[in-house]
T-cell receptor, first 115, second 113 residues
Framework: GAGVSQSPSNKVTEKGKDVELRCDPI?????LYWYRQSLGQGLEFLIY????????KSGLPSDRFSAERTGGSVSTLTIQRTQQEDSAVYLC?????????????FGSGTQLSVL | GDSVTQMEGPVTLSEEAFLTINCTYT??????LFWYVQYPGEGLQLLLK?????DKGSNKGFEATYRKETTSFHLEKGSVQVSDSAVYFC????????????FGQGTELSVKP
């Protein structure tokens, strides 16, 4: 596609349920990032995939959060047993291998609301 | 670890006013510095960047100078427009971070006619 695509754009769930958020990066982009944007917290780094290397998971806030990237393309961020503090906008971004970080392209995000 | 601190918002200005959004950083290496902008309903976009000390990044009338002595990268614009209303994020990257961007908390700007 023309840009980074995320789905759904909005997700409302009940506390304790599991959710899956999807990111389709720009075709050919080997680096993929997940960030979380919440009020007062800015943009928090969650996880980074680069090609076939082991992902950098250093930003995941707890073991309820996990992400995978299948076939080097689509990525799914999974939040288990959601809590109200998980409510935020989850942003995905991608770039080409070797491209400078300013060539990072962001999706429009998934707004997650945990009731 | 590396971090970025921005002035808190929201910032409300009248059209044609002068804008400054403060940004300071903490880094162990030699980071590149960025300003990103998020217009209502749109994704994050790179606004400008600077890769070394004393560099000035500029775009769309916005400027920011990489000040190593004060570890700052303040965003300025001489005359804001209503269309500049958005959330602005300061960010840094460092090779030691493995190719990640570290963002500040964002500053919401509202420009009134």
């Amino acid at each position: 596609g023309a840009g980074v695509s995320q789905s759904p754009s909005n997700k409302v769930t009940e506390k304790g349920k599991d959710v899956e958020l999807r990111c389709d990066p720009i075709s050919g982009h080997t680096a993929l990032y997940w960030y979380r944007q919440s009020l007062g917290q800015g943009l928090e780094f969650l996880i980074y995939f680069q090609g076939n290397s082991a992902p950098d998971k250093s930003g995941l806030p707890s073991d309820r959060f996990s992400a995978e990237r299948t076939g080097g393309s689509v990525s799914t961020l999974t939040i288990q047993r959601t809590q109200q503090e998980d409510s935020a906008v989850y942003l995905c971004a991608s770039r080409k291998a070797g491209a400078r970080l300013e060539k990072l392209f962001f999706g429009s995000g998934t707004q997650l609301s945990v009731l | 670890g590396d971090s970025v601190t921005q002035m808190e918002g929201p910032v409300t200005l009248s059209e044609e006013a002068f804008l400054t959004i403060n940004c300071t950083y903490t880094a162990t290496g030699y980071p590149s510095l960025f300003w990103y902008v998020q217009y209502p309903g749109e994704g994050l976009q790179l606004l400008l960047k600077a890769t070394k000390a004393d560099d000035k990044g500029s775009n769309k009338g916005f400027e920011a100078t990489y000040r190593k002595e004060t570890t700052s990268f303040h965003l300025e614009k001489g005359s804001v427009q209503v269309s500049d209303s958005a959330v602005y994020f300061c960010a840094l990257s460092d090779q030691n971070q493995g190719g990640k961007l570290i963002f500040g908390q964002g500053t919401e700007l509202s420009v009134k006619p």
